[in-house]
């Protein structure tokens, strides 16, 4: 489907700047895929943002924008990064285990560290990234971490919300903009039966929510499922991108034991040979990814966009990549 919005947002996906509470913005993760998304939804804010290198994020600064360096896995590297600060939106995480780059060390601890000097720093207001299928089972070691994190911040004294979002889509995406590439081979391969289920949700939506309860009283203590305007499975995800791209191959459906034997075998190789699935998003992908409290509609003040209406960036000539 063709979308009038090749940014995979929708109009009035962000709020009006002039409705952010007055206070400096620390964020985490500003420089990733839905960091960069909240950092232009804040606007002209005042904005702390923590980052490995401030040399290499160099062109992040501006006339509102601060540069701090630090390690959410390093505490000690935080001690007064906050100071100042109202608000804190933590976003740091990752979806692959690399070296000593855990799913623990980097979801889990990071986030108590964060939180931990949230609350030495007096801010107003935590909001924190979580995923929808958080669960209490080590069996999903990324499911589990985003647990842990979640039970971090509410430990805390400083006020809280969270945010469970389904898939995420939208430029520079990690998840749709893979299945597009398989799309796009003569035989496209389906996972398993094809039939898990998602609430794809644009980023710039995800943007918005983050940035429409900062600071609000009535959004604080409070968890927050955040989904698309309709279920899809996996087989319909691959259905919408072809219909965007005007393309559509033969499918063969692919034991997931199969991959998953792939996956391992392919593991010491550069990621660019290994197939664009982790083994641990292969266990995830066997489960339902949806929610029947979907919260995106009330925190924008409308209804979300479906992932059909919003992959015009996968088009040839749009901008696929996050905003600067």
Excluded at 43 to 71: T, Y
Excluded at 112 to 131: F, I, K
Aim: proline content about 9%; glycine content about 10%; some cysteine.
């Amino acid at each position: 489907m063709t979308s009038e919005r090749p940014d995979g947002a929708s109009p009035g996906s962000s709020p009006a700047t002039s409705d952010v509470p007055d206070g400096r913005i620390f964020v985490t993760g500003a420089t990733g895929f839905v960091g960069s998304n909240v950092r232009a939804a804040l606007g002209d804010r005042p904005l702390r943002l923590l980052v490995r290198d401030a040399a290499r994020s160099a062109r992040l600064r501006g006339p509102n924008v601060e540069l701090v360096e630090g390690d959410v896995t390093r505490p000690e590297t935080l001690r007064g990064t906050m100071d100042g600060c109202r608000f804190v939106i933590h976003l740091v995480g990752i979806i692959e285990e690399t070296g000593t780059a855990s799913f623990d060390t980097i979801i889990r601890q990071g986030t108590e560290h964060v939180v931990a000097e949230a609350q030495r720093a007096g801010v107003d207001h935590v909001l924190h990234m979580s995923a929808m299928g958080t669960v209490d089972d080590p069996a999903f070691p990324y499911w589990h971490a985003k647990f842990g994190a979640e039970q971090a911040v509410r430990a805390s004294t400083v006020p809280w919300t969270i945010f469970r979002p389904s898939v995420i889509f939208g430029p520079g995406d990690g998840f749709i903009n893979p299945l597009a590439l398989l799309v796009k081979l003569p035989v496209t391969p389906v996972v398993g039966d094809g039939q898990s289920r998602f609430m794809p949700v644009a980023v710039g939506e995800v943007a918005a929510c983050f940035v429409g309860s900062l600071g609000r009283p009535e959004h604080q203590g409070q968890t927050y499922e955040l989904g698309g305007a309709r279920i899809y499975t996996f087989t319909e995800m691959l259905d919408a991108i072809g219909d965007e791209l005007d393309t559509r191959h033969p499918r063969i459906r692919v034991p997931v034991p199969l991959i998953s034997a792939v996956v391992r075998l392919t593991q010491p190789l550069p990621r660019v040979l290994r197939p664009p699935v982790t083994a641990e998003q292969l266990r995830m992908l066997k489960r339902d990814n949806t929610t029947d409290h979907n919260a995106t509609g009330a925190l924008l003040g409308r209804p979300p966009i479906a992932l059909a209406d919003g992959l015009g960036y996968l088009r040839p000539g749009a901008r696929n990549r996050p905003p600067d």
